[in-house]
């Protein structure tokens, strides 16, 4: 049974930082692409950023480049999501996915296969 759980959100003040963690079980976590996607209340899950199975290369969504970090440690079937310089928009449940065995990356949710339950993450102004 494939688990992905998400941890680290909480409340921070705008242009703080937090780092979120996705541990995932019951797959081969190192041949899985992964992708980060936000939920703010009233508005669709949108894409965040996507890590390529092997962390080989990184996607983001213009909305935070250059502020967002992805990696993943495979080791420890562990990815992680560096958030830094938040603003409040960045307020939503952050959710973790996993889409199909080496796989390209995608932006698109429908093409995850896997799915967390979410972290809120509240940035104050």
């Known amino acids: 049974q494939v688990q992905l759980v998400e941890s680290g959100g909480g409340l921070v003040q705008a242009g703080g930082s937090l780092r979120l963690s996705c541990a995932a079980s019951?797959?081969?976590?190192?041949?899985?692409?992964m992708g980060w996607f936000r939920q703010a209340p009233g508005s669709e899950r949108e894409f965040v950023g996507n890590?390529?199975?092997?962390?080989?290369?990184?996607n983001y969504a213009d909305s935070v480049k250059g502020r967002f970090t992805i990696s993943r440690d495979n080791a420890k079937n562990t990815m992680y999501l560096q958030m830094n310089s938040l603003k409040p928009e960045d307020t939503a449940v952050y959710y973790c996915?996993?889409?199909?065995?080496?796989?390209?990356?995608?932006?698109?949710?429908?093409?995850?296969?896997?799915w967390g339950q979410g972290t809120q993450v509240t940035v104050s102004s």
């Open positions: 019951g797959l081969t976590f190192g041949t899985y692409p």
């Open positions: 890590i390529s199975w092997n962390g080989g290369s990184t």
């Open positions: 996915a996993a889409k199909g065995p080496f796989s390209r990356t995608s932006y698109r949710s429908e093409n995850y296969s896997y």
